[in-house]
């Protein structure tokens, strides 16, 4: 039932469907577990010690064979966050290290939902103000949610203001996104929408093809261009383009 999201955070196949099923038995045998999985009890016999090292199952002995019983759910939280305590020690020596040989001017691409929330920390690192070109809600995708609302509120913390000019259908088709994203916000004429988009911020400029409104898929594709410059030339080409939109009442 939860072996998705049990995978997603770190457990195995064979580990998630373990555990869930001792969740469910309460306390079982090897054999028990197989019945229940339908895993193989060679691939059980596998599995039991990595389970056990994780602290997520014990080990209960019997007089004719062992049973194994799961911990409570709790512990799958510790998991987490022992990891990301790991990873926050850490951390300061990687940025060090990626700072050091990251290049000032650098095209690079990223592609579908994992590349456009590397877009989202991108705008975070910067912390600066967006501006956007043919925008289309594409933060308000159902797969993004989750990564959205703390985008945004990481956002909020580092004062990031947004200056949207919107493809045209998205006062009809999405008007939600409007109270979300709040003013300043203009709109293209309706024979300017594209399925492309342009978003500046910082030292960047980023090109989407393949958007379509409140939708990111994989294939969408996002290039991204890091030179102050050019960044400052796109600002200078926003303003243009906003001062010949009409104003929004």
Same mark, same amino acid.
């Given at each position: 039932?939860?072996?998705?999201?049990?995978?997603?955070?770190?457990?195995?196949?064979?580990?998630?469907?373990?555990?869930?099923?001792?969740?469910?038995?309460?306390?079982?045998?090897?054999?028990?577990?197989?019945?229940?999985?339908?895993?193989?009890?060679?691939?059980?016999?596998?599995?039991?010690?990595?389970?056990?090292? %994780?602290?997520?199952? +014990?080990?209960?002995?019997?007089?004719? !064979?062992? /049973?194994?019983?799961?911990? =409570?759910?709790? $512990?799958?939280?510790?998991?987490?966050?022992?990891?990301?305590?790991?990873?926050?020690?850490?951390?300061?020596?990687?940025?060090?290290?990626?700072?050091?040989?990251?290049?000032?001017?650098?095209?690079?691409?990223?592609?579908?939902?994992?590349?456009?929330?590397?877009?989202?920390?991108?705008?975070?690192?910067?912390?600066?103000?967006?501006?956007?070109?043919?925008?289309?809600?594409?933060?308000?995708?159902?797969?993004?949610?989750?990564?959205?609302?703390?985008?945004?509120?990481?956002?909020?913390? %580092?004062?990031?203001? +947004?200056?949207?000019?919107?493809?045209? !259908?998205? /006062?009809?088709?999405?008007? =939600?996104?409007? $109270?979300?994203?709040?003013?300043?916000?203009?709109?293209?004429?309706?024979?300017?929408?594209?399925?492309?988009?342009?978003?500046?911020?910082?030292?960047?400029?980023?090109?989407?093809?393949?958007?379509?409104?409140?939708?990111?898929?994989?294939?969408?594709?996002?290039?991204?261009?890091?030179?102050?410059?050019?960044?400052?030339?796109?600002?200078?080409?926003?303003?243009?383009?906003?001062?010949?939109?009409?104003?929004?009442?």
């Amino acid at each position: 039932m939860y072996r998705e999201i049990l995978e997603e955070i770190g457990l195995s196949p064979n580990e998630a469907k373990i555990y869930e099923a001792l969740l469910v038995l309460n306390m079982a045998s090897v054999p028990e577990i197989a019945a229940q999985t339908s895993v193989h009890k060679r691939n059980i016999y596998d599995t039991i010690p990595r389970l056990l090292r %994780k602290g997520l199952i +014990y080990q209960i002995a019997d007089i004719k !064979e062992n /049973k194994y019983a799961p911990v =409570e759910p709790q $512990k799958l939280s510790d998991l987490i966050w022992e990891k990301d305590a790991k990873l926050k020690n850490i951390l300061p020596a990687l940025q060090k290290q990626f700072k050091k040989n990251t290049n000032k001017e650098v095209v690079y691409i990223y592609r579908g939902v994992e590349g456009f929330k590397n877009y989202l920390r991108d705008i975070l690192k910067t912390g600066e103000d967006v501006y956007f070109i043919g925008a289309k809600g594409g933060w308000f995708d159902k797969n993004l949610q989750v990564f959205i609302q703390h985008f945004l509120k990481e956002a909020k913390k %580092k004062k990031i203001k +947004y200056h949207h000019i919107f493809d045209a !259908e998205i /006062k009809k088709i999405a008007p =939600e996104i409007l $109270k979300t994203v709040g003013k300043p916000y203009k709109f293209l004429p309706p024979q300017y929408s594209t399925t492309g988009a342009i978003d500046i911020f910082g030292d960047k400029i980023v090109t989407f093809s393949s958007l379509t409104l409140k939708d990111i898929t994989d294939d969408v594709t996002l290039v991204v261009i890091t030179n102050r410059e050019l960044a400052d030339c796109y600002r200078t080409w926003f303003k243009f383009i906003w001062d010949h939109c009409p104003e929004v009442r």
